[in-house]
């Protein structure tokens, strides 16, 4: 199994730390000068990992100074569907919502 934690130990697995990975992905943007920084995945009640991912993000942001915003948060069962598809759809609608910032195109 790869990046699955499961309660079989006779079944070998590769994981990937994604609290860690996570907080350096993060940590990594801050450093650029970034501080509206965003998570986007679909729900995520039985996804360990995916659950340690957003661990790692609110940690990050906690340790650089940074306000959770909810508005940066979209947790939709849409990027379930199709990630690629869904993704743009849920951000797209953000934007127009202008619940999260918009990008700098000429940047």
Do not use: W
């Amino acid at each position: 199994m790869l990046d699955r934690e499961i309660d079989d130990s006779e079944i070998p697995s590769v994981l990937v730390n994604n609290f860690s990975a996570m907080e350096s992905a993060v940590q990594y943007l801050y450093d650029l000068g970034h501080r509206r920084i965003g998570f986007i995945t679909f729900p995520f009640e039985n996804q360990t990992t995916i659950r340690r991912r957003y661990e790692g993000y609110c940690s990050a942001l906690k340790k650089n100074g940074l306000k959770y915003n909810p508005d940066y948060v979209i947790i939709d069962d849409l990027l379930r569907l199709d990630e690629l598809k869904g993704t743009y759809a849920v951000i797209k609608q953000k934007v127009e919502e202008e619940k999260i910032p918009q990008l700098c195109h000429a940047c």
